[in-house]
């Protein structure tokens, strides 16, 4: 619901999703986050998913740099690479939520150099944001060339969660109208926020959109890793409509409908997922686990 914190209304105690999983398929899962553990709930939630170490910033050692008074991008990489060499688990899967770029953005960055937009308005919240991106663009380069020279076949997931919060003008001179007077894509785009999928071995290449709740399933089919029942459901539904967003639903041809002008086709298809995620999510006592276990593995 609006105003609702999933972390806090909906995690409970062995809860299904991509850390249990890879639990399941032998990884050792580490979380990381650069800043203090008890936001979010991220302490209880992270062991509720079933994590086997959470590095915050209280364990995480007197070795780092900041940018704006936030862990930098550039250390949590660093702590990243030291991860994987620090244990002989063949198999890691390391999420990371970063913090150097976190809102808002009305102060002074530190940094040497600033980007300065040239529009007629000014603008200095959205400079400071492009400029912390700049950085983490750096950063991020870096790591990938680090594990470019890395043996061990490895898959890098980048994307963001949401916008930044800046200037409301400075978006609709970007749109060019005022957030109000949108059309519905125009108004669902507000919420796209981009990926990248990479990996130090060859790979095929393709350019989709999708809506987050299929990632975690289609991060694992691209790894050619086994699949729950539940990530095959949804891997299935995201082939009729890869995009559930905010009331509105986009269609495999890239059709838009509000939630109240969904063909009967639509209506069945949601209305099943419903039903799955209720199971999941809130009905535990009833709740059908082979369906989101992998089945049959030696490690289950």
């Known amino acids: 619901p609006s105003g609702g914190i999933a972390y806090q209304l909906y995690c409970n105690e062995s809860e299904y999703g991509l850390t249990s999983t890879l639990n399941q398929l032998g990884y050792e899962t580490i979380a990381v986050h650069p800043f203090y553990s008890n936001g979010w709930n991220r302490t209880r939630v992270y062991q509720e998913m079933g994590f086997d170490e959470f590095i915050s910033l209280e364990s995480w050692g007197d070795e780092y740099a900041t940018i704006r008074d936030y862990i930098s991008d550039e250390s949590t990489y660093q702590k990243i690479k030291m991860l994987i060499n620090s244990s002989n688990e063949e198999k890691k ?68 969660d949401h916008w930044p919060n800046l200037e409301e003008d400075f978006f609709c001179e970007l749109y ?88 009967k086709e639509y209506e069945k298809l949601l209305e099943q997922y419903r039903i799955v995620q209720y199971n999941n999510v809130v009905d535990r006592k009833h709740r059908i686990d082979e369906a989101f276990e992998v089945i049959g593995n030696e490690h289950g």
């Open 93 to 160: 899967f390391i999420f990371c939520v970063t913090m150097q770029n976190h809102g808002g953005y009305d102060g002074e960055t530190g940094l040497e150099g600033k980007i300065f937009l040239n529009y007629t308005e000014e603008y200095p919240e959205a400079e400071t944001y492009f400029s912390l991106i700049r950085e983490s663009d750096r950063a991020f380069k870096d790591l990938l060339d680090y594990f470019s020279n890395i043996n061990e076949p490895t898959m890098i997931v980048m994307y963001g």
């Open 176 to 263: 060019n109208q005022d957030f109000n007077d949108m059309d519905m894509e125009n108004s669902m785009s507000r919420y796209k926020t981009p990926y990248m999928i990479w990996t130090n071995y060859p790979s095929e290449y393709s350019l989709e959109d999708m809506s987050t709740n299929y990632f975690g399933s289609y991060i694992l089919e691209q790894a050619g890793l086994e699949l729950t029942g539940y990530n095959k459901f949804l891997l299935n539904l995201k082939e009729k409509i890869p995009i559930i967003g905010i009331e509105a639903v986009c269609d495999a041809a890239g059709k838009w409908y509000s939630m109240d002008e969904l063909p």
